[in-house]
């Protein structure tokens, strides 16, 4: 089975904090992507990567950046913590192109 | 700009009847994905339609994709409690890259 683990279930931190949210699969897949979810809105995708090394924007990338150094992980960074940033983050992987995407189990964020 | 759409947003049914979930996309694509979450949980995926006219079943639940008129549905039979969750579907876009865009979720209440 594929195991998409995240480094935490529950984080709370203050405006400005830098703060790392850990991502790591077991599967060798090339393809990782972190979400954001939140109520109404659904999932919505902040940054993917397809190689280590390799990084592209999603659809809301803005307040955040990535960083790809090993194939089985996957870090997502958020420079400043704001308040707006207070969601539930979730980790995907994927291995090929039409496969479907493997989620951890998320990371809710609280931002004060 | 591609746009997914479920419908219902939420869904009260009582054990024993059936029901579908619509799931409408605006533009073209061939990759369309269904997924479960339960409260506090991440997605588990359930299908995973290729073609036009792929039809998928796994127990009480059957999933098809009709690419001409960009909709897939999921249809529930003789529903029962443990099937109360929130269901997402998800297309597939940009060629190799498969990013998904998700519809915002059907929450589905089973009551006994």
């Known amino acids: 089975d594929v195991k998409v683990t995240q480094s935490s279930r529950y984080l709370v931190k203050r405006t400005g904090e830098k703060v790392f949210l850990e991502c790591v699969q077991d599967m060798d897949h090339e393809n990782m992507f972190w979400y954001r979810q939140d109520p109404g809105l659904g999932l919505r995708l902040i940054y993917f990567?397809?190689?280590?090394?390799?990084?592209e924007k999603g659809d809301i990338p803005e307040g955040y950046s990535v960083s790809r150094e090993k194939k089985e992980r996957f870090s997502l960074i958020l420079e400043s913590a704001s308040t707006n940033q207070t969601s539930m983050y979730l980790c995907?992987?994927?291995?090929?192109?039409?496969?479907?995407?493997?989620f951890g189990p998320g990371t809710r964020l609280l931002v004060l | 700009e591609l746009k997914v759409e479920q419908n219902p947003l939420f869904l009260s049914m009582q054990e024993g009847k059936n029901y579908t979930i619509y799931c409408n996309y605006s533009t073209t694509s061939d990759r369309l994905y269904w997924y479960r979450q339960d409260p506090g949980k991440s997605l588990e995926s359930l299908f995973v339609l290729l073609s036009n006219g792929a039809v998928k079943q796994e127990g009480r639940l059957m999933a098809s994709l009709d690419t001409k008129a960009r909709l897939s549905t999921l249809h529930i039979t003789a529903a029962v409690h443990d099937l109360s969750a929130t269901y997402f579907c998800a297309v597939g876009y940009g060629g190799a890259t498969n990013k998904l865009i998700f519809g915002t979720g059907t929450l589905l209440a089973v009551q006994p």
């Open positions: 990567s397809y190689d280590v090394k390799m990084k």
């Open positions: 995907a992987s994927r291995g090929q192109v039409q496969e479907t995407q493997y």
